[in-house]
């Protein structure tokens, strides 16, 4: 079988230590290791000039490739356009998108450079495969270096509808390079129609026959491939780490009384300071809550240097200090806001430990921490996830209770149903919603996608 070629913003290199271990990077990594490859993209360091000849790290059979960028790269590609103009964008946050052309320029100098780069590396019969919203040009660029070879791309995060699209001033040479590639996957049907709705509107492109599309002179496969967890590996780690002293000190600590988990990159995404609201609202709406449960809400500094994420940090230490502040007892607080990541087996046991998972992105390409927080609960007594109706997780997960994160009521009444839950009703909506995470799983997912990159004809559907 053919060699595989990963393409990724950021790479796990096991050398560089397990923190950024996480289910994707197992998954990718495996997916190397069983044919051999390479995966290449940012080493996640800064440098005074652009890197030209990337670091080289052989973990056999995989090498990676790895490229520092320059501080004037990692400001406009990654902070500016991947960060503070697609990332809101595709999130449906106009009103926090910022569109500079310098960034843009910058955006597309590193997507040109990381082509380059890699070029020399790409043998005639590797199969590419790359990642997410930093590296949209990527193929376009590989295409103009003469590079013929099979290229499939997955977008992680949502693809907005065409009318929020529109407001990009480049989204007509960005949805042409989307068409550059072979295999173009998305995580929900809603994002594959809106992808089509600009296709056929926007473009003058078609939508043909077994999901394929024909625009800018290009045809190429879009389709549907919801990522998934690694499910057993999941279940397996949450009932062993009841035993790490992290969680057994949260479970001594919290005694008779219930928790409410959230798990989330400190992003604006996520809705945590709505969440904080409705927690509030819970409160009190339902005040027998009051002294018995509590939210305890994990959230790792993400993207720190972006204005907007600075801005949500503080808005969620204001209101953390509100609400503690106003039903604060002395040995209760309903806020445990923790600033900090924790290692995934920790993370499994947290989740098995509190009786509601609350996910209430406002808008989310899929989130796995839906899918993990079902896969860690213990069967014979599972908790009860309440879930945003627009995470993409929502499509599969249909057993949780499924809220408008926008409705402070609706979230609050959704939190005392799932702590008064009775027994029986939590084991049936969990067998129903562990069902659609074994079917949709990280393997699955992985092959599935591999399989129909795989069996694009050589030299692609062809030309328009
Ligand atoms: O799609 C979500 C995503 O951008 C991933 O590509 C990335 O691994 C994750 O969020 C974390 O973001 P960052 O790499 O900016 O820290």
Request: net charge negative; hydrophobic share 40%.
């Amino acid at each position: 079988m053919s060699r595989l070629v990963v393409v990724s913003n950021r790479v796990a290199v096991p050398t560089d230590g397990p923190a950024q271990a996480g289910g994707l990077a197992v998954a990718l990594r495996e997916a190397l290791q069983e044919n051999g490859g390479i995966w290449f993209g940012w080493s996640g360091k800064t440098s005074p000039k652009p890197q030209d000849e990337p670091t080289m790290t052989e973990v056999e059979p995989v090498t990676y490739a790895t490229l520092d960028l320059s501080r004037r790269d990692h400001q406009e590609y990654y902070n500016g356009f991947a960060n503070r103009t697609l990332w809101p964008l595709f999130h449906y946050r106009l009103d926090l998108a910022d569109f500079n052309r310098q960034d843009y320029a910058g955006y597309l100098r590193v997507n040109t450079h990381f082509a380059e780069r890699l070029r020399p590396l790409i043998r005639e019969d590797d199969d590419l495969w790359v990642h997410d919203y930093h590296l949209i040009p990527f193929a376009s660029e590989l295409r103009r270096l003469g590079v013929e070879n099979r290229i499939g791309f997955f977008l992680h995060t949502p693809f907005p509808t065409m009318e929020v699209l529109l407001a990009l001033p480049s989204h007509d040479r960005l949805a042409r390079s989307l068409c550059a590639y072979d295999v173009v996957g998305f995580q929900t049907v809603n994002d594959l129609r809106a992808f089509h709705e600009y296709i056929v509107h926007e473009a003058g492109g078609e939508i043909l026959g077994d999901n394929m599309v024909r625009a800018f002179g290009r045809t190429l496969k879009a389709e549907v491939y919801p990522i998934g967890i690694e499910v057993e590996t999941m279940q397996r780690t949450s009932a062993h780490a009841m035993q790490e002293p992290a969680v057994r000190r949260l479970v001594k600590h919290m005694g008779e009384r219930n928790l409410v988990i959230g798990v989330d990159r400190l992003d604006y995404s996520k809705g945590i300071p709505e969440r904080f609201r409705s927690f509030e609202r819970f409160l009190e709406k339902f005040p027998a809550h009051q002294g018995k449960v509590s939210l305890m809400q994990i959230a790792p500094v993400s993207r720190g240097e972006v204005p907007e994420y600075k801005n949500i940090r503080e808005e969620l230490e204001a209101l953390a200090g509100h609400i503690n502040g106003v039903y604060g007892e002395l040995d209760w607080m309903p806020i445990r806001y923790l600033n900090k990541g924790y290692p995934r087996e920790t993370l499994t046991g947290f989740y098995r430990t509190c009786r509601v998972g609350l996910v209430t992105p406002l808008r989310d390409g899929m989130n796995l921490v839906a899918k993990e927080y079902v896969a860690s609960q213990n069967p014979h007594e599972p908790g009860v996830l309440v879930l945003s109706r627009f995470a993409g997780a929502a499509r599969e997960l249909d057993a949780a209770l499924q809220v408008n994160p926008y409705d402070q009521d609706n979230v609050a009444e959704a939190l005392n149903r799932a702590i008064t839950m009775p027994l029986e009703e939590r084991r049936e909506r969990w067998e129903s919603m562990m069902a659609k995470v074994h079917d949709s799983s990280l393997d699955k997912w992985r092959e599935r996608f591999l399989s129909v990159l795989r069996s694009v004809p050589p030299g692609g559907f062809g030309n328009a």
